[in-house]
């Protein structure tokens, strides 16, 4: 089958979607996606963001489609035509999604630890818009502690759906989904449930907001001040992959995340093992620098020399003010008391 996207004609196979025929040619004409993940089945179709025009269905219905379609779940047809990019519709209908998530989305990235490779930050920065006409109260939430690993903030989830997905096809029993409907709508879990489950991580790194982060993680350091390097070691889980990007600071591992691809998908999921107990750098092999987007956040920490041996000179006094602030802003260890009060 035949497929033209932004004038761009590919060669699809039958049952590819708009999207995935979008991926194959690449560049500006992909769709932004925050709730289809490749990785994993049933996702997509959630948020909206990446509506298309189609101005011709096919060679043998050459309508055009008259409302903007989803191109995450939409089929390609032989000879169907799409605007994506070249498309003002589509350009407008992106504005108005990102306004719409953004509406009950805190504006608290300086605090987030999702800050820098956040989907919705992306988003807004691409398909924004730089004011908001809601001036109603957002959402808000009791905060719930879902487990010792994974730090849940409900009011910045966008109800992808992405970890309930990953709970369902990943891990043994899935304990958490989306409770309650239309504005109480929210991700939680059943009678208190613990998540608690080997592959229970890999809802972080699907995650495209700062909804689910890592516990383990919080407050430790901004994303684009660890250098990634990948790494691999030998898992005795015989569903981990073992490959994983470790985040480092001086020749302290700070995170451990599985690889992501240029869509932040990651290409194989790792166990909690991997990823909240090997924070060692003599558990992994280091294989170098993780390779990622020339306009990422993380690129303004780029590398500058070549590392044979994962050991930074960064400066003492760095490391120091490092460890003062991270003090500060570890408000679970100091007692409330002894806060000075404003
Ligand atoms: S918590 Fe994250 S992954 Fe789960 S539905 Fe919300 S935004 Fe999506
Ligand atoms: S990525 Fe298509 S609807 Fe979310």
């Known amino acids: 089958m035949k497929v033209t996207i932004d004038g ?12 995935q025929a979008a991926r194959m040619i690449g560049g500006e004409s992909v769709p932004p996606a925050m709730c289809y993940y490749s990785k994993l089945e049933k ?15 096919s060679d043998a219905d050459p309508r055009p489609m008259p409302k903007l379609v989803a191109s995450c779940v939409t089929g390609c047809m032989d000879g169907m035509e799409v605007a994506s990019k070249s498309s003002e519709r589509v350009t407008e209908a992106r504005k108005a999604v990102t306004e719409f998530l ?19 930050q992306n988003l807004s920065f691409e398909h924004g818009k730089a004011q908001s006409r809601f001036i109603e109260d957002k959402r808000t939430f009791e905060p719930e502690n879902i487990g010792d690993k994974i730090q849940l903030h409900m009011n910045r989830c966008i109800l992808c759906q992405r970890c309930v997905q990953v ?22 879990t059943y009678v208190a449930a613990a998540i608690d489950n080997d592959f229970s991580g890999n809802m972080i790194d699907v995650c495209p907001v700062g909804a ?43 995170r451990v ?31 170098g620098p993780r390779k990622f987007e020339k306009d990422s956040v993380i ?18 006094g760095i490391l120091e003010g490092r460890e003062q602030d991270r003090k500060k802003i570890s408000m679970a260890q100091i007692p409330f008391n002894n806060q000075k009060k404003q």
């Open 43 to 57: 996702t997509g179709g959630k948020c909206r963001c990446c509506l298309v025009e189609v101005t011709k269905g």
């Open 8 to 19: 761009q004609e590919i060669e699809v196979a039958p049952g590819t979607t708009i999207l």
């Open 257 to 287: 995340t599985a690889r992501k691809d240029i869509y932040h998908e990651v290409e194989d999921f790792i166990c909690n093992t991997c990823r909240f107990d090997k924070k060692e750098v003599t558990d992994w092999v280091i294989e």
């Open 167 to 188: 709970a369902e096809q990943l891990t043994d029993y899935r304990v958490h989904g989306v409770l309650n409907r239309g504005d109480h709508a929210q991700i939680s």
């Open 102 to 120: 953004l509406i009950n989305h805190p504006l608290d990235c300086p605090v987030c630890d999702q800050a820098g490779e956040c989907d919705l």
């Open 299 to 316: 690129n303004q920490n780029n590398y500058t020399r070549p590392m044979e041996k994962v050991i930074m000179n960064t400066e003492k």
């Open 212 to 254: 689910l982060t890592d516990k383990t993680f919080r407050f430790k350091s901004r994303v684009w001040f660890n250098k990634p390097f990948n790494a691999h070691r030998n898992c005795e889980n015989p569903e981990c992959c073992g490959k994983a990007t470790l985040w480092m600071f001086g020749n302290e591992i700070q």
